[in-house]
């Protein structure tokens, strides 16, 4: 059974630091792309980053979270990290991990998890 589990969620102060994980099981991590979504209150689901696992290991940013933001993967843990620094009151929202089997990071996520809430207060 494929199962994605997101941590690291929280309140945070404008300006601060959050690192979020996606600990991934049941599938062979070496070959699906994993993606970082957001949903804002009263907003539709935004795509914030992926890591693709083509052979230069692409990664890809929205440009709202370009700079801030960074994607890794750990191989070893099966596990992907997002590490937000610089965060703004509208980086808050439920951030879900999700797995793509293509593994090109082209958006059609076939696993998702339940999400982490991440709070930013101003």
């Known amino acids: 059974e494929v199962q994605l589990v997101e941590s690291g969620g929280g309140l945070v102060q404008a300006g601060g630091s959050l690192k979020l994980s996606c600990a991934a099981s049941?599938?062979?991590?070496?070959?699906?792309?994993i993606g970082w979504f957001r949903q804002a209150p009263g907003k539709e689901r935004e795509g914030v980053s992926c890591i693709s696992k083509s052979s230069d290991g692409s990664t890809y940013y929205s440009d709202s979270v370009k700079g801030r933001f960074t994607i890794s993967s750990d191989n070893v843990k099966n596990t992907v990290y997002l590490q937000m620094n610089s965060l703004k009151p509208e980086d808050t929202a439920v951030y879900y991990c999700?797995?793509?089997?293509?593994?090109?990071?082209?958006?059609?996520?076939?696993?998702w998890g339940k999400g982490t809430l991440v709070t930013v207060s101003s």
């Open positions: 999700a797995a793509e089997t293509n593994g090109l990071c082209a958006g059609d996520m076939n696993y």
């Open positions: 049941g599938f062979t991590f070496d070959d699906y792309a």
